[in-house]
Nanobody, 118 residues
Framework: QVQLVESGGGLVQAGGSLRLSCAAS????????MGWYRQAPGTPRELVAA??????TNYADSVKGRFTISRDAKNTVYLQMNSLKPEDTAVYYC?????????????WGQGTQVTVSS
């Protein structure tokens, strides 16, 4: 069974930084794709950043130059968020596509709240 555990959210002033983490555990042969999404109250979930293995990384226009998605060798995916703005306030979710004995499947983290004060 694969589990994703997110951490790193919190309250920060505008202009500050946060780093979100998404640790994947369980049987993982490979990570095929990773992404971060966010959802503010009353709005649909939107893509923030996404990357496929060996492919390009895409960012929402609103976060380009401020956010960076990355991954380490221990199956943890990160979202470094700099120059945060109040409009970045949302619940952030990671999504990872993993290949294991069950084939290729998508998994979601539980979400972590990011609040940016003005």
């Amino acid at each position: 069974q694969v589990q994703l555990v997110e951490s790193g959210g919190g309250l920060v002033q505008a202009g500050g930084s946060l780093r979100l983490s998404c640790a994947a555990s369980g049987t993982i042969f490979s990570i095929n794709a990773m992404g971060w999404y966010r959802q503010a109250p009353g709005t649909p979930r939107e893509l923030v950043a996404a990357s496929t293995s060996g492919g390009p990384t895409n960012y929402a226009d609103s976060v380009k130059g401020r956010f960076t998605i990355s991954r380490d060798a221990k199956n943890t995916v990160y979202l470094q968020m700099n120059s945060l703005k109040p409009e970045d306030t949302a619940v952030y979710y990671c999504k990872i596509t993993i290949t294991n004995w069950r084939g290729r499947n998508e998994y979601w983290g539980q979400g972590t709240q990011v609040t940016v004060s003005s």
